[in-house]
């Protein structure tokens, strides 16, 4: 029976000997070929799909690891600044180690699936009349000063965690993809997949880190005041592992760019062409690559490709609404169905 990341992987994980075991029988994800896109841009293309993960997305990796780490030295209260999927993610492992959940959210900026997942676990959700970086810098100052325990990617536990999608993708395919690319926001989870394939030594991909055009500060070299972006979990401006993002890049000889809203939609739209239904932020990494594919000196050309998805599309339904076609409404009669079906 499958146990979870820790159980799969702890051997390879710096976790302190207290940890207890908190899990939600997260990671296992599938590596989903996607043939039809692959040849279209000209590589063997796979999607790591997070949003198959207990909460939806990638964030349950390293949160099982961050909550069974304060489990084992009797943490009653975690916190977090979130776009939303961290949110909902320490939501649902402080609930199931029976732990008080705060979570700090940028006011009217959370996609609807990820509020509702934070409330619905329990978690009390406090919005802040300001950006995820403001909520950030509020979370570390209270954690600073009180025995609460901060649980977003400034704690090492979590990036210990999330090392084992790098470990899941060398599995599956028996050694590192070419290139992997990636949207980054907080800059966690590159740092985190770096870390692992390093560690698990099947090879190291390139990088191909991905921001949204309005929340760039690694592509612009400094923090963005006001983040904006339709991919409100990258929204960020101003990222805490920053410094170890752009490193990584730079050790894999890989790259780092950022790619238009629209460009984000056309990604989004083209994964669920071939039955991948992603929010927008995970459709990044895509986009990324659709962009890289359309030079002349295309790097990935015939090479192995692993684009990380990182979170589910019914975490953000409304992005459809608004950006989508939306149904055509017919009375309930044959005729009209006839009419509608034959002369679409
Ligand atoms: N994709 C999704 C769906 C995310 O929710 C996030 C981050 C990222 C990509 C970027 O990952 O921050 O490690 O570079 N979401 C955080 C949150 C910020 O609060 O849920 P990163």
């Given at each position: 029976?499958?146990?979870?990341v820790?159980?799969r992987?702890?051997?390879?994980?710096?976790?302190?000997?207290?940890?207890?075991?908190?899990?939600?029988?997260?990671?296992?994800?599938?590596?989903?070929?996607?043939?039809?896109?692959?040849?279209?841009?000209?590589?063997?293309?796979?999607?790591?799909?997070?949003?198959?993960?207990?909460?939806?997305?990638?964030?349950?990796?390293?949160?099982?690891?961050?909550?069974?780490?304060?489990?084992?030295?009797?943490?009653?209260?975690?916190?977090?600044?979130?776009?939303?999927?961290?949110?909902?993610?320490?939501?649902?492992?402080?609930?199931?180690?029976?732990?008080?959940?705060?979570?700090?959210?940028?006011?009217?900026?959370?996609?609807?699936?990820?509020?509702?997942?934070?409330?619905?676990?329990g978690?009390?959700?406090?919005?802040?009349?300001?950006?995820?970086?403001?909520?950030?810098?509020?979370?570390?100052?209270?954690?600073?000063?009180?025995?609460?325990?901060?649980?977003?990617?400034?704690?090492?536990?979590?990036?210990?965690?999330?090392?084992?999608?790098?470990?899941?993708?060398?599995?599956?395919?028996?050694?590192?993809?070419d290139?992997?690319?990636?949207?980054?926001?907080?800059?966690?989870?590159?740092?985190?997949?770096?870390?692992?394939?390093?560690?698990?030594?099947?090879?190291?991909?390139?990088?191909?880190?991905?921001?949204?055009?309005?929340?760039?500060?690694?592509?612009?070299?400094?923090?963005?005041?006001?983040?904006?972006?339709?991919?409100?979990?990258i929204?960020?401006?101003?990222?805490?592992?920053?410094?170890?993002?752009?490193?990584?890049?730079?050790?894999?000889?890989?790259?780092?760019?950022?790619?238009?809203?629209?460009?984000?939609?056309?990604?989004?739209?083209?994964l669920?062409?071939?039955g991948l239904?992603?929010?927008?932020?995970?459709?990044?990494?895509?986009?990324?690559?659709?962009?890289?594919?359309?030079?002349?000196?295309?790097?990935?050309?015939?090479?192995?490709?692993?684009?990380?998805?990182?979170?589910?599309?019914?975490?953000?339904?409304?992005?459809?609404?608004?950006?989508?076609?939306?149904?055509?409404?017919?009375?309930?009669?044959?005729?009209a169905?006839?009419?509608?079906?034959?002369?679409?």
């Amino acid at each position: 029976m499958y146990r979870g990341v820790l159980e799969r992987y702890g051997h390879w994980l710096d976790l302190p000997a207290y940890t207890q075991v908190v899990t939600l029988l997260e990671g296992n994800t599938p590596l989903i070929p996607m043939p039809r896109l692959g040849r279209e841009v000209g590589c063997e293309l796979f999607v790591k799909f997070e949003g198959v993960n207990p909460t939806g997305s990638f964030k349950d990796r390293g949160m099982t690891a961050a909550i069974s780490e304060a489990a084992g030295r009797g943490v009653q209260t975690v916190i977090c600044a979130s776009t939303g999927n961290t949110a909902a993610s320490a939501a649902a492992y402080a609930a199931r180690a029976g732990m008080r959940a705060i979570v700090l959210i940028p006011e009217g900026k959370v996609a609807v699936g990820k509020l509702a997942g934070a409330l619905a676990y329990g978690a009390e959700v406090i919005q802040v009349q300001g950006s995820f970086d403001a909520a950030l810098s509020l979370v570390v100052e209270i954690t600073q000063k009180t025995p609460i325990t901060l649980v977003n990617s400034i704690n090492p536990y979590r990036i210990e965690g999330q090392k084992t999608a790098a470990f899941e993708i060398c599995d599956t395919l028996g050694r590192a993809p070419d290139w992997l690319c990636l949207p980054v926001g907080n800059a966690g989870n590159i740092t985190s997949y770096w870390a692992g394939f390093r560690q698990y030594q099947k090879g190291q991909p390139r990088l191909l880190g991905v921001q949204a055009e309005g929340a760039a500060p690694l592509v612009y070299g400094h923090p963005i005041e006001h983040p904006e972006t339709i991919a409100t979990a990258i929204r960020i401006g101003k990222p805490a592992r920053g410094e170890q993002a752009l490193a990584a890049i730079q050790e894999s000889q890989g790259k780092l760019l950022a790619v238009s809203d629209e460009a984000i939609l056309q990604a989004q739209r083209l994964l669920a062409s071939e039955g991948l239904w992603v929010e927008p932020a995970s459709a990044a990494g895509f986009a990324g690559l659709l962009a890289e594919s359309q030079r002349p000196d295309f790097p990935m050309r015939g090479k192995t490709v692993v684009v990380v998805c990182t979170g589910h599309g019914l975490k953000d339904p409304a992005i459809i609404a608004e950006h989508f076609a939306s149904p055509r409404c017919i009375p309930a009669e044959y005729d009209a169905l006839v009419e509608a079906v034959l002369r679409p």
